[in-house]
């Protein structure tokens, strides 16, 4: 219908107002909404609106309605929420991740709300005042209670009773005789506000020069990006601890990452004895009620810090000034469900978009974040040494074909003896293999059956602390069996390989006397356990940790002197692109668990490959010598971050379905320049959750336009029907 129709009309009434909503589905973008007349809306706001039969909320977004609709047919918002709307950056931030990641937006922007119950306000806390009135018969109980209210302007009923040390009663009775009138407080914040002066940080001259370049950089309020490389122990989170002060000073909030913020508490104990108080948590062990609370005092500004996993990222606040990420090379930063993102990188778009600082720190940084920082587009700050001038441990190689195990064993004589000695010093050990678990793998000796999930081309994994053989993609779990399902054969079933249980079982035989944890994250108990144990083996409440990847998560084991990686070569076997990065940066950070206290510390790492560069660089500790490498390798292959990866993922039920979906994709599949497509071929995992998976890769230079070329690909392809599904992952970080 042509504008001047329109006009006619509706007369000489004004025309209803549309507005753009951003709805939390994967719809490619905004619907159109009529704003009724009196309620006010701007972009940011967070509103209520129809969807069909249902009632869900969205965010008003920016421009104009894209459809040109006849005002009179379109259904209006329902309510709007009295709820700070969404920043401009914030918006800005979930539209370039949506284009980035090739995603719905309305998918990106549902992880911004990911909390609906906090977009009404909290209720108000029902709080009580002194007024002038006095008891006419005064006790001592009455008297603390009195003399305590007149300190402050109001108090909250239960909190007046346990400051002045009575019973609630005490307080009903004075309020009764008027001594106190009621009235209602504003909501009390999740965490106390951090003072940025509470304590000052003893740094050392390494630290203090570091610690000075990023106060600048806050100062400056300017978006720039500083790499924090230091070995473990240097000292980098009280490094970049001064930058945070800075911000609060600045009344900035400041937005810390951590890959497992759930089994972090030391961190939080820290931040609390340098700034009063703890951040705000987020992640997904929160329960519901804080969630919220947290999301809410974030919008609101009043919460100052959060300390949180990669979701963390998308909470709005009111006023960011600066992101911390990190063990900034840790894998946890990918999310590998619906979007497809790296927290680090995006927290560095983040920090562009809203013109702040970012810090990302680790031991052993992603080869990405070295490069950026040799070529000069971010800042550095290397702190060479350990903290108050402790040792490094003392790394050795246990060449795996000149000393094996005993039969039936995993651990060399050489671990066993220094476990042993270490035992004797009253010390701590910790031996590492990254596999839960007790075996891998199950067969029957007489048949050779091999027990695999139904649902994935993967082997059961035993867990013989609990009785079962489950799979570790997609759940399937059943009893362990006494005789083979095949043959019948009772009594030879062989567990093949260790897992971090088969380890402890060998442990307890050679050290009876030991106190032994195992750590994993499929423990019983879950996150609760995990982190009473980690608080017992600081203690010094253990003797022998044996655990998976969990153990080099940043955790301070005074009495740990001893680190023994059981199959240091685990990681080299798997086809990816990054498994020399990520086995160098996975045992650098187990092996610097050790010695963080002062003490005399040493480190064995079993392999079978000691000649590999891997190992010469971790037992020499030259660390310059593997990035040198590992960077000029990926350049001669044109690999992150010389050239550019996006996976695409294609699964189904039937197999001949999403071999000939993904040959439709390589058919449709531009003329581009810089850009070509691997594939398609089955995915390493072909079977996972009863779906057939097929993989096309494609590959190009650093400056290609990657996602331009995947939408054409997508868009002239052949559509998704049936049980067809496509997943597009731009740079990704898996290759299974």
């Not at 990106?108 to 008891?135: H, K, W």
């Not at 302007?153 to 909190?159: N, V, Y």
């Not at 240097?234 to 759930?262: D, H, M, N």
Request: hydrophobic fraction near 40%; glycine fraction near 8%; proline fraction near 8%.
């Amino acid at each position: 219908m042509a504008r001047d129709s329109l006009d006619d009309l509706f007369g000489d009434r004004p025309r209803p107002k549309v507005a753009a909503v951003m709805a939390p589905l994967p719809a490619p973008k905004p619907y159109s909404y009529a704003v009724p007349e009196g309620m006010h809306v701007e972009p940011g706001s967070i509103v209520q609106i129809p969807l069909g039969p249902r009632q869900v909320f969205g965010v008003v977004w920016d421009g104009e309605p894209a459809d040109q609709i006849d005002p009179k047919k379109l259904k209006p918002i329902t309510a709007v929420f009295d709820c700070p709307p969404l920043t401009k950056d914030m918006r800005q931030f979930i539209d370039w991740v949506a284009s980035y990641t090739i995603s719905p937006p309305g998918l990106v922007a549902r992880m911004a709300l990911r909390a609906p119950a906090a977009f009404d306000p909290e209720p108000m806390v029902e709080g009580l005042r002194l007024t002038d009135s006095r008891p006419e018969r005064m006790t001592p109980a009455r008297g603390r209670v009195i003399a305590l209210a007149a300190e402050g302007p109001a108090w909250t009923r239960s909190g007046l009773a346990h400051a002045a040390g009575v019973s609630t009663s005490v307080i009903d009775g004075l309020t009764t005789q008027g001594v106190f009138e009621p009235i209602f407080l504003p909501p009390p914040p999740v965490t106390a506000e951090p003072e940025a002066d509470y304590a000052q940080a003893q740094l050392e001259a390494d630290q203090r020069e570091g610690a000075d370049q990023l106060i600048e950089a806050v100062r400056r309020g300017e978006f720039n990006v500083t790499l924090i490389d230091g070995v473990t122990g240097s000292g980098k989170t009280e490094v970049y601890f001064e930058a945070i002060a800075e911000a609060i000073r600045q009344g900035k909030q400041a937005l810390i990452l951590l890959p497992e913020i759930a089994l972090t508490p030391a961190f939080l104990e820290r931040f609390q004895d340098r700034f009063g108080a703890k951040p705000a948590e987020w992640h997904s062990d929160l329960p519901p009620r804080m969630r919220e609370r947290v999301w809410r005092q974030a919008a609101e500004g009043r919460v100052k810090v959060v300390a949180g996993a990669r979701s963390a990222l998308f909470l709005p606040f009111e006023d960011l000034g600066l992101i911390i990420v990190d063990e900034e090379h840790d894998p946890a930063y990918k999310q590998e469900d619906r979007v497809f993102y790296n927290a680090r990188d995006m927290a560095v778009v983040r920090g562009r978009i809203g013109g702040f600082p970012v810090v990302l720190a680790s031991a052993t940084p992603s080869v990405e974040s070295r490069v950026n920082a040799d070529q000069g587009r971010y800042q550095k700050v290397h702190l060479p040494g350990r903290f108050g001038g402790a040792a490094l441990p003392d790394l050795h190689l246990v060449d795996m074909r000149r000393h094996p195990p005993a039969r039936g064993g995993f651990l060399s004589p050489i671990m066993l003896k220094g476990m042993a000695k270490t035992l004797e010093r009253g010390e701590q050990s910790l031996l590492f293999l990254n596999r839960r678990g007790y075996a891998p793998l199950t067969l029957c000796r007489v048949c050779g059956h091999r027990f695999q999930c139904p649902n994935c081309s993967a082997w059961l994994v035993e867990h013989r602390f609990r009785g079962v053989l489950q799979c570790h993609h997609c759940g399937h779990n059943e009893k362990s069996p006494d005789a083979c399902p095949e043959c019948g054969a009772l009594d030879h079933l062989a567990a093949c390989g260790p897992g971090v249980e088969r380890i402890a079982e060998e442990v307890e035989k050679s050290f009876p006397e030991s106190r032994i944890i195992v750590l994993s994250s499929d423990m019983a108990g879950g996150v609760k356990r995990l982190r009473l144990e980690l608080e017992a083996i600081a203690k010094g409440e253990a003797d022998i940790v044996i655990g998976t990847q969990l153990v080099a998560k940043g955790h301070n084991f005074p009495k740990m002197t001893l680190v023994g990686i059981v199959d240091a070569d685990l990681g080299l076997a798997n086809g990816d692109p990054r498994a020399a990065e990520r086995t160098f940066q996975l045992l650098s950070q187990v092996t610097g668990r050790a010695g963080r206290s002062g003490l005399q510390s040493r480190g064995l790492i079993q392999t079978y490959q000691p000649g590999h560069p891997v190992m010469q660089a971790i037992v020499s500790g030259d660390s310059e010598a593997f990035y040198e490498r590992e960077i000029l390798e990926r350049e001669k292959a044109l690999m992150p971050p010389f050239g550019r990866l996006a996976s695409i993922i294609v699964s189904a039920d039937s197999r001949n379905d999403a071999e000939a979906h993904a040959r439709g994709l390589r058919q449709a599949a531009p003329q581009m320049s810089g850009l070509s497509v691997l594939g398609p071929a089955e995915a390493p995992l072909a079977l996972v959750r009863g779906r057939h998976r097929f993989r096309l890769l494609v590959h190009g230079r650093r400056g290609a336009d990657m996602q331009a070329f995947v939408r054409l690909m997508v868009e002239k392809g052949p559509k998704e029907r049936g049980s067809v599904q496509v997943q597009l992952d731009i740079d990704p970080q898996s290759f299974l």
